[in-house]
């Protein structure tokens, strides 16, 4: 859906406010599962919100579109990011907190 513009797809979405989703993400971790350590980001994108998350979360990624994975493991070299499907997908690992935001 996005291969021809994913390299601009920051870029277009430059106006969300990724900081404040992030900022409200860790109050609902601290206030639900305190003891949190692993994210999976259904959806992921190019990434950001695990850019963000990581320095305090092990935050993996899936997202349908490969350019998007691509993307997405270059800002955040510490986790996994693979090409999926979040309709049907299995991964041979479990996470404290799995997320979809959009």
Known sequence: MFTSTADLYDAIYAFKDYGDEVSKIRQ?????????????????????????????FCVDGIDLEPKFIEIAQAKNPAGTFIVGDMRGFQLNKRYDVVQCLF
């Open 28 to 56: 609902i971790l601290a206030r639900e599962h305190p003891s949190a350590q692993t994210i999976l980001d259904v959806g992921c994108g190019t990434g950001e919100h695990a850019r963000l998350l990581s320095p305090d």
